[in-house]
Nanobody, 119 residues
Framework: QVQLVESGGGLVQVGGSLRLSCIVSGRTFRSYDMGWFRQAPGKEREFVATVTWSGGGTNYADSVKGRFTGSRDKAKNTVYLQMNSLKPEDTAVYYC????????????WGQGTQVTVSS
């Protein structure tokens, strides 16, 4: 019964920034660590970042380290992915997810939001 509702995707130029949001409802927010994943057309879904219950981002994918930052606002039950210095290869559908504690196994997926970086 956990619901994850994402927003913030869109079209952005190379070098630009976007902030994705994921509102979590249905269960206690601290019940799960959160993660961000992405999937480009014709490719496998890949891990992007984790966001712990304390709000820190951990285990960033090498492709986004130094550019993306995961965070959460527990008072708003919202998880964020701040994306800076965007590249065309960042174009994908981005998904937030509720994770099994201590793993990257997903309990619940968000619906996804499209990010397109124009070259």
């Amino acid at each position: 019964q956990v619901q994850l509702v994402e927003s913030g995707g869109g079209l952005v130029q190379v070098g630009g920034s976007l902030r994705l949001s994921c509102i979590v409802s249905g269960r206690t927010f601290r019940s799960y660590d959160m993660g961000w994943f992405r999937q480009a057309p014709g490719k496998e879904r890949e891990f992007v970042a984790t966001v712990t219950w304390s709000g820190g981002g951990t285990n960033y994918a090498d492709s986004v380290k130094g550019r993306f930052t995961g965070s959460r606002d527990k008072a708003k039950n919202t998880v964020y992915l701040q994306m800076n210095s965007l590249k065309p290869e960042d174009t994908a559908v981005y998904y937030c997810a509720a994770l099994v504690g201590g793993t990257l196994t997903v309990h619940y997926w968000g619906q996804g939001t499209q990010v397109t970086v124009s070259s």
